[in-house]
């Protein structure tokens, strides 16, 4: 089977007045159709930026120098803004965002700018008045009660948890094959937030829409993902099944990562990783997760690995499973020695 979504070997740069900026490198993923795929790492990894490569919302300041984004069989970067707003998205790929707050219009009713999006979804062809009766069903379907009577009102007088509900009846309400959310729970209090990723299992059981879920929370993407990516610095440490992922970490990073969740560690206090992520302008030489890294020997400094199949379906940028490329190095190692002694 295709895959919907495949990125293939995708760098972003962002052009500061410090020269590049690299936040997204080499990057390689596919989601498959149906399937939630989560993208975690600390703030500053890249996450948003590879999300937003994918519905072309990048700012001026970022250009892409390499890479291809295949969706549905046709790259992406290569396709005209025109294209893009016409045929992919707010129709094939939604988006959700952290802050509900501003991503809805205040001064349009919450019906109004529901109605919205399938007019334009169906290119103005049906008159927005015989659009009403679908809106207030998907404001139902994503858990708003009372959804006749809400359907007159404007954002402000929803709660927080509501106002995410909206955007994700907004969200599926055109049917998308892909949602990419990027943390769509973090503003959120602990009980919506469990609700809301209920919520969206339940609807993407009903669509069959695929969801790239991105988020800092490991916790978080257990509940509900396949699959998870790992990234750190712009790039993908780690890939595996979900389960795979937290019964046999590989990354020194990802084992960091799940140490910080409560309940994982069997220690009382939460861990935290020391130090941040490496200064994107200016990124360490070999593996760039080697200055926090406990496990960090000679040839991490050097040389970066390359992530590659540790097992079938797990992959891993790292020196202590790539027995293989570690060899090759150190091989090169004593070359330079013997030349240097010679
Ligand atoms: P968070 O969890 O905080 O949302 P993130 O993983 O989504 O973080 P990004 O927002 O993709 O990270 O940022 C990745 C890197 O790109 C960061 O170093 C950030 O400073 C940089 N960056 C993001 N947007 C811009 C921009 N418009 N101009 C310059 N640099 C940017
Ligand atoms: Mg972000």
């Known amino acids: 089977m295709n895959a919907l979504l495949s990125i293939e070997d995708l760098t972003v740069q962002y052009r500061t007045r410090n020269g590049y900026s690299l936040a997204v490198e080499d990057v390689n993923l596919e989601i498959k159709n149906g399937e939630i795929f989560g993208l975690v790492g600390e703030s500053g990894s890249g996450k948003s930026t590879l999300g937003k490569a994918i519905v072309k919302l990048l700012p001026v300041s970022a250009e892409i120098p390499a890479g291809k984004i295949f969706f549905k069989n046709r790259d992406i970067i290569t396709l005209s803004e025109q294209t893009i707003n016409n045929e992919i998205r707010g129709k094939e790929i939604s988006m959700v965002l952290q802050n509900p707050q501003n991503a809805l219009n205040p001064v349009f009713k919450v019906g109004t700018q529901l109605v919205d999006v399938l007019y334009f979804k169906n290119n103005k062809k049906i008159k927005r008045k015989n659009l009403k009766q679908d809106a207030i069903e998907m404001l139902k379907k994503t858990g708003i009660s009372d959804p006749e009577y809400r359907f007159e009102e404007y954002p402000h007088q929803f709660s927080g948890g509501m106002k995410q509900r909206v955007l994700l009846a907004m969200a599926f309400i055109s049917h998308p094959s892909l949602l990419i959310a990027d943390e769509p729970t973090t503003a959120l209090d602990v009980t919506i937030e469990a609700q809301i990723l209920a919520l969206l299992k339940d609807l993407v059981r009903e669509y ?33 099944k979900t389960d795979d992922l937290f019964d046999e970490p590989l990354h020194p990073y990802t084992k960091a990562l799940l140490k910080c969740l409560p309940g994982y560690s069997s220690k009382e206090q939460l861990a935290t990783i020391p130090g941040q992520v490496p200064n994107l302008n200016n990124k360490p030489t070999g593996c760039n997760f080697c200055p926090r890294c406990d496990y960090c020997f000679a040839l991490c400094q050097k040389e970066e690995p390359r992530l590659r199949e540790y097992k079938a379906d ?24 013997e030349k240097e002694g010679a």
């Open 208 to 240: 069959g829409t695929s969801i790239l879920y991105i988020t800092h929370d490991l916790g978080v993407v257990s509940e509900i993902t396949d699959r998870i990516a790992v990234m750190y610095a712009g790039k993908i440490v780690e890939s595996a």
């Open 314 to 337: 797990h992959s891993v940028a790292c020196f202590l499973y790539n027995q293989e490329e570690k060899e090759e190095a150190e091989v090169e190692d004593e070359k330079v020695n």
